[in-house]
């Protein structure tokens, strides 16, 4: 069955089960969930994920406009463990889903001619852009857009949902992890990025409160809770450290430096952050750590996987937890070993690299295509069983 086909039957059979307008709001977007949602104050216990845990990038992005609740639901569907929300604010301090504040690439604002005055060029983390900003739209403003797919050449079937979805807040967000959860009887995580928070701050418009506030809404609050706080910054991870029990985890690019530490002229690197020395001080105030995937695994000259750099094997003697990121299944993202055919759009053997880093032994992967990640997830645990079964 193609992905598309059995995507829309799992879509159909959810409309079915959350029943009428309410399950309709849900899967497409439409509409904010957060009114069935209130119908569960408190979760009851759930089990443990298993490891390593499917982290759906930005929801099922493969599939759908990123951050939307039809992406979050859909990875939910797939079997994801956790979805990831990155968040920005808007003028009024409201936090959305959007992967930047600019949004003329995910959003269809070019069409509103109300909105024209508020095209700018601005300087982000060093960066100049131009286009729209959310920081310059009320929350109100912003409800009126709707998201469109971004890399419409790579993904050009995601493109039938531009148009009709809405950009959802944080609260949103958490309100149907929180209502999916409890309707299928199991644990599922919310696993927000703070971008950009030096700039956010800069503007008077903080990342972190309102994330507590939202966190503190629902009671999740401790580090048993379903969530994970992430920055490619260190300084809002180490003061966040000091507020909250939830899991920390410290994102690690694979070139560059972290903006507040450009700011802040220490001379800190990624690759600094990646040395022994570097993961012990991250263990100090994080619970994990989000590399590059090529920061685990380096790439050959010609494309290929080389040999482990050993950076998850010192993250894991001090105790950090390892979710390299990101793991597509198109050609044009996939290791020269598993991309299988010219065009870059088409899927190669995704779960072949996937199981490289299993193998590997990292606890959670971030990927646009959750179910891709539970089947090679599933194919290499069983894999292990037999193993242990054969050697008994």
């Not at 729209?132 to 079937?157: G, I, M, Q, S, V």
């Amino acid at each position: 069955m193609s992905p598309d086909k059995r995507t829309h039957r799992m879509d159909r059979r959810n409309l079915l089960i959350a029943g009428g307008a309410g399950g309709l709001a849900a899967a497409t977007g439409l509409l904010a969930p957060s009114s069935a949602a209130a119908a569960f104050p408190q979760l009851t216990a759930r089990p443990r994920w298993r490891k390593p845990i499917v982290i759906a990038h930005r929801g099922a992005s493969g599939y759908r406009p990123e951050h939307t609740l039809a992406a979050y639901r859909l990875a939910i569907d797939m079997g994801a463990d956790v979805i990831e929300p990155d968040l920005v604010s808007t003028k009024d301090g409201v936090l959305v889903a959007r992967h930047e504040n600019e949004i003329s690439g995910t959003t269809d604002v070019a069409d509103h001619s109300e909105f024209a005055d508020k095209y700018a060029t601005k300087s982000i983390d060093g960066v100049r852009l131009s286009g729209w900003f959310t920081e310059d739209f009320t929350y109100a403003e912003l409800r009126t857009l709707r998201a469109k797919e971004r890399l419409p050449d790579l993904r050009p079937d995601n493109t039938r949902f531009d148009g009709r979805l809405r950009i959802p807040t944080f609260g949103d967000v958490i309100d149907l992890v929180r209502f999916e959860a409890q309707r299928r009887n199991r644990r599922i995580g919310v696993y927000p990025e703070t971008k950009h928070p030096t700039y956010f701050r800069n503007l008077g418009l903080p990342l972190e409160p309102g994330i507590l506030r939202e966190l503190r809404r629902v009671g999740w609050t401790r580090s048993t809770s379903p969530v994970f706080i992430q920055s490619f910054e260190i300084s809002n991870l180490r003061a966040l450290s000091g507020r909250t029990e939830v899991k920390l985890i410290q994102l690690v690019g694979g070139t560059g430096a972290p903006y507040d530490q450009v700011v802040a002229q220490t001379a800190v690197t990624y690759a600094d952050m990646v040395t022994a020395g570097g993961l012990r001080r991250i263990a100090r105030y994080a619970r994990g750590i989000g590399p590059d995937k090529f920061l685990l695994i380096r790439q050959r000259a010609d494309g290929t996987l080389g040999r482990s750099t050993g950076v998850l094997e010192d993250a894991h003697a001090v105790r950090l937890l390892v979710h390299p990121y990101t793991f597509r299944s198109e050609n044009f993202s996939l290791p020269n070993e598993y991309d299988e055919g010219s065009d870059p759009a088409a899927h190669g053997d995704a779960i072949g690299e996937l199981t490289r880093f299993f193998e590997l032994g990292v606890d959670g992967v971030f990927g646009d295509f959750p179910d891709t990640t539970f089947e090679a997830r599933w194919q290499f645990l069983t894999a292990q069983r037999l193993a242990r079964a054969a050697s008994a």
